[in-house]
């Protein structure tokens, strides 16, 4: 498939990026079966977002006695969030190409899924103590509006779904929409779980 562009970057250099190539065209069948074919990817990604919630206390907790995050620790929110944006690309049928089964812990993206890209600049060291303690207070904001456009998302795929069945197509708008909603929850990921303590800005872009 030709590229015909990115449909999203970096946003005000925010440290988490979340980026996806538009191809000129996808199978008209692969609507179809992409979703069935991304289940083995969303198994590993339910055993990875136990792995992150484990993570995410463990850092909590190390923060806020030390100030400081581990890299190990960053590292394995980076490959949760990473892997989470590739299946969902994938299963979203935005793109056509298989993601592969890796697991890089790796802050950068290491382009393993060349047309699918999330990096990440997590701060390890002097992090905001407070923000931290009240951290699941802080992105209730995010939860509702997120909570809001995931349900847009949803309806923007139902729809794209038949455009891409029969004309084999994405709309342009509804695929800048979803890809839009999938920065905003990169970013909201990236802060929840501590990779960051600046507040992710309310933006699709």
Avoid at 55 to 63: E, K, N, P
Avoid at 115 to 142: D, K
Avoid at 164 to 175: A, E, K, Q
Wanted: some cysteine.
């Amino acid at each position: 498939m030709e590229n015909m562009g990115t449909t999203a970057g970096p946003l005000g250099g925010y440290p988490a990026t979340f980026e996806v190539d538009a191809p000129e065209r996808i199978d008209n069948w692969r609507p179809l079966v992409q979703w069935l074919l991304a289940i083995p990817h969303f198994l590993i990604l339910y055993v990875l977002g136990i792995v992150s919630e484990v993570v995410g206390i463990i850092s909590w907790f190390f923060i806020l006695i030390t100030g400081k995050l581990p890299e190990g620790l960053a590292t394995l929110q980076c490959l949760y969030i990473r892997y989470n944006n590739r299946a969902w690309s994938y299963a979203g049928f935005l793109r056509e190409e298989y993601p592969p089964f890796v697991f890089e812990t790796v802050a950068g993206d290491p382009g393993t899924y060349p047309p699918v890209r999330t990096s990440f600049v997590p701060e390890l060291e002097n992090r905001n103590r407070l923000t931290v303690a009240f951290r699941i207070i802080l992105v209730i904001p995010h939860v509702i509006v997120l909570a809001v456009l995931g349900l847009a998302a949803f309806v923007a795929v139902v729809i794209a779904f038949f455009a891409v069945l029969f004309t084999g197509r994405w709309p342009d708008g509804l695929r800048t929409f979803v890809v839009g909603v999938i920065s905003w929850a990169t970013r909201f990921n990236a802060y929840f779980l501590l990779l960051t303590d600046e507040y992710p800005p309310f933006s699709l872009d």
